[in-house]
């Protein structure tokens, strides 16, 4: 071969795209078939350009079927975490509204309660701050969790009242010390940007967030209009049900039992904030992430529009946790090592899952952003197979494209 009989830059573009699409496909096929989910949207970014934007399966399955399609709107359940509570909190750093370093009881004094006076914004957004990993705030707390003082902490029914009671909730570690992946440490987040901003979370993400990157298809609460693109997640509040009786909670509660679609999943989320929490509750399509995971890719930046700085984008991106037993994390990111990642992502990689089976992986070594959108908790949550599907995904998607 002849250096002009050899492929040139376009042709090899070309050929990386048709791999990946064919990587993309044959792995939602599969997926579908071995019942790790209904169905999924997936999306492959590559040097700004969409190599792959597909989709397969079903949006819903009971009680009768929806076809799937690349713009159907999923709940993104903790993908809220990095794409809306930690850009707005670095966004309000960037403006000197909120320190990262500052204790948490400055804005909030109550937050020292229980040996919390140490901790950080920056340990609640790397998730070493020592609270608890989760708990059902809209009940009251287990006797197991009072000390065997017989005081239990009363349900809440506000994300305000739900602040209160994480305020007064007892470390369960020192900060610092380990990671211990925390939706209470974000539902303090969440409350922080309200406060420190004067806007409500929802129509903060809208004005600096989902607006100015153009994701039409993304925010909290979807209207009525939207519901026939959504997908649907759980019967009811059933995973939450059955956590709550093996407590000996929720008897009596008003729990939702119909079919989930275009509601958010996460009940703290839905009776506490009605859909609006720095935890969970964000909507949105597999395109719309990709221009996140782009303006990420990009430091920050989208066609002209800035919503971070290089410098905070590199410092939430890279490894707050060097000391600490558990998963390398940034702020409100999961870093290359987290297993969703898989093995060829670079050191340089970063992302977030959602408990419904959503994710987002970024790689700069590679320009690459690649978006997996699922409905794997329809109908039923106890289906996990998602949890070794996505790392299996990104292989694929690498391998076709390093190949």
């Known amino acids: 071969m002849t250096a002009s009989d050899r492929p040139g830059p376009a042709s090899r573009a070309g050929g990386a795209a048709r791999r990946v699409r064919e990587a993309v496909r044959a792995h939602l096929r599969e997926g579908v078939a071995q019942g790790v989910f209904p169905g999924a949207v997936a999306a492959v970014i590559w040097r700004g350009a969409t190599l792959a934007l597909e989709a397969h399966g079903f949006a819903q399955v009971v009680p009768y079927c929806r076809a799937m399609t690349p713009q159907t709107i999923f709940d993104l359940a903790s993908v809220t975490k990095p794409v809306v509570t930690t850009t707005a909190v670095l966004q309000l750093w960037e403006r000197g509204i909120l320190d990262v370093d500052a204790p948490v009881c400055r804005y909030l004094p109550g937050f020292a309660d229980g040996g919390k006076e140490r901790v950080t914004v920056r340990h609640l957004l790397a998730h070493t701050s020592g609270l608890p990993a989760w708990e059902m705030l809209y009940l009251p707390a287990p006797s197991a969790l009072c000390g065997g003082s017989g005081a239990r902490a009363r349900a809440c029914r506000s994300i305000d009242e739900a602040v209160a009671r994480i305020c007064a909730t007892p470390a369960a570690a020192s900060p610092g010390v380990s990671v211990n992946y925390s939706d209470l440490g974000f539902i303090v987040l969440g409350h922080l940007v309200q406060r420190a ?104 930046s989208l066609d002209g529009v800035r919503i971070l700085g290089r410098r905070t984008v590199r410092e939430a991106t890279c490894t707050q946790t060097p000391h600490t037993a558990g998963p390398p994390r940034g702020l409100g990111w999961a870093l290359a090592g987290a297993p969703f990642a898989g093995s060829r992502a670079s050191p340089s990689a970063f992302g977030h899952t959602g408990f419904v089976g959503t994710s987002v992986l970024v790689d700069p070594d590679r320009d690459l952003v690649v978006v997996l959108l699922t409905n794997r908790v329809h109908p039923s949550a106890s289906n996990e197979a998602i949890q070794g599907f996505r790392a299996t995904f990104h292989d694929a998607v690498i391998g076709a494209l390093d190949a």
């Open 197 to 300: 901003s004067g806007e409500d979370l929802e129509a903060y993400a809208r004005r600096h967030i989902f607006g100015p990157l153009g994701m039409r298809w993304t925010r909290f609460v979807p209207p009525a209009g939207w519901r026939s693109r959504c997908a649907a997640t759980e019967m009811g509040n059933a995973y939450e049900r059955e956590k709550a009786a093996a407590l000996g909670l929720g008897r009596r509660f008003p729990w939702r039992t119909y079919l989930l679609r275009g509601e958010v999943h996460d009940g703290n989320a839905w009776y506490l904030g009605r859909g609006v929490a720095g935890h969970a509750g964000l909507f949105g399509t597999a395109a719309d992430l990709g221009r996140f995971g782009m303006a990420m890719l990009r430091g920050g």
